[in-house]
C-alpha cells in the first residue's frame, strides 16, 4: 500500500468515526433538554429521557430531586434560547439540583474512551458548536480554545496530554460558567500515541464571575 493510499485510509477512518457521533447526535431516542437554572419539572416535560426513572429524590418534606443519572446513550441539549447548543451523544452524566432547580450538569461527551487521532476531530466539532453559540473565554489570555488546526497544534496538545490535564473556561457573564476538560485517562504512562485512550468532560454551573 502506498503512502498515499494509507494517509487516505486513516483520514477516512477519522472521519467516520466523527460521522458516527454527529449522526448519533440526530438520531438518538433519547434527548436531555437542560440548562443551569431550569427547574426539575420542565426539564422532565421537555425531554425524552426518562428523568424521572433516573433521578434520586432526596427524602425531605416535600421531597425534592437531588440528582438526575446518565448511564444509557442520550443526547444533552443545553436550551438557553440565546445560549443553547447540542452535543454529541453521551452515556456518562448527571443532573444536580438545588431548590428544585439545575444547578450543575457534568458529562462526558462521548460513548467510549477515544484514540488521540479519534478526540481532536470531536474536540474541533464541541468547540465549533460552542463558537456559534456564543461562548467566549472567561479569560481572555489563559484557558482558552485549544487549537488543533496544525499538525504543530496537534503534537504539542498530545504531548501535553501526557503531563497534565488540558483546561478551556467558558463564561457566559453573570449567567453561566462551562469547562471542558482534555485528559489522557488510560495506558498514559506508555507515552505512547498509539495506544493511548483520551477522555473529554464538560461541566456546567452558574457563572459568579464579574465581566
Not at 434520586?56 to 430531586?65: A, G, H, N
Not at 487549537?147 to 449567567?175: C, Y
Request: proline content about 8%.
Amino acid at each position: 500500500m502506498t503512502p498515499l493510499k494509507r494517509k487516505l485510509l486513516f483520514l477516512l477512518s477519522v472521519l467516520a468515526v466523527l460521522a458516527f457521533y454527529l449522526f448519533y447526535s440526530n438520531r438518538a431516542l433519547n434527548t436531555l433538554r437542560v440548562h443551569v437554572g431550569k427547574p426539575y419539572e420542565e426539564v422532565i416535560r421537555d425531554s425524552t429521557f426518562s428523568v424521572k426513572a433516573n433521578t434520586v429524590i432526596y427524602p425531605s418534606e416535600p421531597p425534592r430531586p437531588s440528582s438526575t443519572w446518565i448511564t444509557s446513550p442520550v443526547v444533552i441539549q443545553y436550551d438557553d434560547p440565546n445560549y443553547g447548543f447540542t452535543l454529541p451523544a453521551t452515556k456518562f452524566g448527571a443532573i444536580t439540583y438545588g431548590d428544585g432547580k439545575v444547578i450543575g450538569i457534568t458529562t462526558s461527551p462521548m460513548l467510549e474512551m477515544l484514540s488521540f487521532s479519534e478526540l481532536v476531530p470531536l474536540l474541533e466539532e464541541i468547540q465549533s458548536r460552542l463558537k456559534r453559540s456564543g461562548w467566549t473565554p472567561q479569560y481572555p489570555n489563559k484557558l482558552t480554545w485549544l487549537p488543533t488546526t496544525t499538525e504543530q497544534q496537534k503534537t504539542a496538545l498530545q504531548d501535553e496530554l501526557f503531563n497534565e490535564v488540558g483546561l478551556v473556561l467558558l463564561g457566559i457573564p453573570q449567567k453561566y460558567t462551562l469547562a471542558i476538560n482534555i485528559k489522557c485517562f488510560k495506558r498514559c504512562n506508555e507515552r505512547n500515541p498509539a495506544t493511548a485512550k483520551y477522555l473529554i468532560d464538560i461541566s456546567m454551573g452558574r457563572n459568579y464571575f464579574r465581566e
